[in-house]
């Protein structure tokens, strides 16, 4: 893959070459011992694919409030209910 950098690579290339990678291709993978590893994207995608999972997670709280799927309690009843206390 274009966007694979070794952990090697990126030892002696350093960010410099993930960089290059991120600039071409968006992201850079990072592989250890001949299997990737870890990805790393710039902040401006992190901050995107964050806004997406809380756009998710907005429209499933919103599903699960129309669908009656809530409870209503005060603090020391949830502190209760979620430690069977």
Known sequence: MRNTITANELKTGGISRL???TEESGEAIISVRGKPKYVVLTLA?????????LETALAETRREI????????????????ITNG
């Open 19 to 21: 960089d290059a990678i």
């Open 45 to 53: 995608q992190y901050n995107q694919l964050r806004e997406c999972e």
């Open 66 to 81: 129309e669908q009656g799927r809530y409870v209503r309690e005060t603090v020391a009843e949830h502190i209760r209910r």
